[in-house]
Nanobody
Framework: QLQLVESGGGLVQPGGSLRLSCAAS????????LGWFRQAPGKERERVSC????????NYADSVKGRFTISRDNAKGTVYLQMNSLKPDDTGVYYC???????????????WGQGTQVTVSS
């Protein structure tokens, strides 16, 4: 059974950094995409970043370009999100997601983790 387990969230001051991890297990295909979405209170869930397993094509939301970096370790089935220069607007629950079609933007993501809270506040 496929499982996505996130870790690494927490409270950080503006300008600080956090690194999120998502460990995927039970994946039976070689080609897919893993990504990160977030949802702030009162707002819709939005895509943050995505990476596919073949070629490592990455995709970022405009709001995080230049500050966030997504990476993967295919051997471990793990995807990471390094978040630098964090802003209060980055606050939200961050969800790991798997797109079984390997879309570059995780548009067809249909497996989700339980989420990890990221709070950026002084």
């Amino acid at each position: 059974q496929l499982q996505l387990v996130e870790s690494g969230g927490g409270l950080v001051q503006p300008g600080g950094s956090l690194r999120l991890s998502c460990a995927a297990s039970g994946i039976t295909q070689a080609y897919y995409s893993l990504g990160w979405f977030r949802q702030a209170p009162g707002k819709e869930r939005e895509r943050v970043s995505c990476i596919n397993t073949i070629g490592g094509t990455t995709n970022y939301a405009d709001s995080v370009k230049g500050r966030f970096t997504i990476s993967r370790d295919n051997a471990k089935g793990t995807v990471y999100l390094q978040m630098n220069s964090l802003k209060p607007d980055d606050t939200g629950v961050y969800y790991c997601a798997l797109d079984p079609w390997g879309d570059y933007d995780c548009a067809s993501a249909n497996y989700w983790g339980q989420g990890t809270q990221v709070t950026v506040s002084s």
